[in-house]
C-alpha cells in the first residue's frame, strides 16, 4: 500500500488512507486497504488516480469526520456496498439499500446466458425475485446496445426492492415495466389462469437452506434481508414454486434461467425434468462453482 510507505502530515489524505486501512484490517476486513482507498475517493468524489495525485493533500475536518464514521461503521461488518450506496453490475452502477439483495458478480453469468441465447428481435422477458432490478436492468442495456429493444418486466414481492429498481431503472434509462408479484401471482386472472406469457424467465430467487444462514458471514447473514436469502429448509422452496408455474407463462420454445446454489443442481435439473423443460444446461462461476441452470420448454 503505497501511503503505508510514504510519511504523510497526519492530517493528509495519505494518512488517513493508511490509518483507515489498518482499522479494517484490525477489524477482520477482508479488502481492508482497497476500500479504504475506495471510501476516500467516494467522500473525495474522485476517482483512484485522481485521489493518489493528492495523497499528501490536507483533508478538510468535515470530510475526515465522514470517512471516519464510515470506517468504524464499516468494523461491525455492515456491507461497504450499503456504506456506499452502490455496486456496479454489468459495467453499470446500480444503487444498493439495506432490506435488498446486493448484486454481485457470479450473477453477471445469469445474465450473459440469456444474452447468449436470445434471438435477433424483441422479446418478452420477465426477470423474477428482481430486488435491485440488476438482471432485468443489466440484462435490458446490454441488449439496447446491440440494437434490440424488449420487452423487460421486474417483479418482487418486496415493496421496498421494487421502488429501488424503479429507482435503478429511472438512473439507467432503462424502460422496463415494475410488477409486484409473489412470484407468479400478479400474473394470472381472476379466475386462477395465466393472464401474461414471455419468451424467457430469468430468477435469482432465495436459495440459502434456512440451517445454513447463521453460518454465512456476518456481512450477510446480519445486514441483508433474510427474505432474500432464506429458501426454507432444504433451501429448494422456491424452486418447487416456480418451476411448476413457469410452464403455463412461457410461449413455445421459452427458456427459464435460474441462478442456484453450488450444491442444487441435480435437484433442479431433475424438477425441471419433471416438468418438460428440456436442453438443460448447467453454467459455472469465476470460481468454477455451479451458479446458473437453464432449459427450454417446447
Given at each position: ?31 481492508a486497504k482497497a476500500e479504504a482507498r475506495l471510501l476516500m475517493a467516494e467522500y ?35 456491507p461497504f456496498q450499503y456504506i456506499l450506496g452502490y455496486t456496479y453490475f454489468m ?208
Amino acid at each position: 500500500m503505497y501511503e503505508d510507505k510514504i510519511q504523510f502530515d497526519e492530517n493528509s489524505i495519505g494518512a488517513l488512507i493508511a490509518k483507515g486501512g489498518k482499522i479494517l484490517s484490525d477489524a477482520g476486513i477482508e479488502n481492508a486497504k482497497a476500500e479504504a482507498r475506495l471510501l476516500m475517493a467516494e467522500y473525495r468524489n474522485e476517482d483512484i488516480a485522481t485521489l493518489y495525485a493528492h495523497l499528501p493533500d490536507l483533508l478538510d475536518d468535515f470530510t475526515a469526520m465522514r470517512y471516519m464514521k464510515a470506517i468504524k461503521k464499516r468494523t461491525t461488518h455492515y456491507p461497504f456496498q450499503y456504506i456506499l450506496g452502490y455496486t456496479y453490475f454489468m459495467d453499470h452502477k446500480f444503487k444498493c439499500r439495506e432490506k435488498v439483495l446486493i448484486p454481485r458478480f457470479d450473477t453477471e453469468t445469469l445474465v450473459f446466458h440469456a444474452l447468449e441465447n436470445s434471438p435477433a428481435k424483441g422479446i418478452d422477458v420477465l426477470d423474477m425475485c428482481t430486488g435491485s432490478g440488476c438482471i432485468g436492468i443489466g440484462y435490458y442495456l446490454w441488449r439496447m446496445k446491440e440494437g434490440y429493444k424488449d420487452n423487460v418486466t421486474l417483479s418482487d414481492i418486496s415493496e421496498f426492492a421494487l421502488s429501488l429498481a424503479e429507482e435503478n431503472a429511472s438512473d439507467l434509462d432503462a424502460e422496463v415495466e415494475i410488477v409486484e408479484s409473489d412470484l407468479f401471482a400478479a400474473f394470472r386472472n381472476e379466475a386462477g389462469e395465466a393472464a401474461r406469457s414471455f419468451d424467457m424467465i430469468l430468477s435469482n430467487p432465495p436459495y440459502i437452506r434456512t440451517k445454513d444462514i447463521n453460518n454465512l458471514i456476518k456481512d450477510i447473514r446480519d445486514y441483508e434481508p433474510r427474505l432474500a436469502l432464506d429458501g426454507s429448509l432444504d433451501g429448494l422452496a422456491f424452486y418447487r414454486r416456480i418451476i411448476s408455474e413457469a410452464p403455463e407463462f412461457l410461449n413455445e420454445g421459452g427458456r427459464l434461467i435460474l441462478e442456484i446454489g453450488s450444491e442444487e443442481y441435480m435437484d433442479v435439473q431433475d424438477m425441471m425434468l419433471e416438468q418438460g423443460f428440456k436442453e438443460i444446461k448447467r453454467l459455472t462461476d469465476m470460481s468454477g462453482l455451479d451458479r446458473v441452470v437453464s432449459g427450454i420448454l417446447y
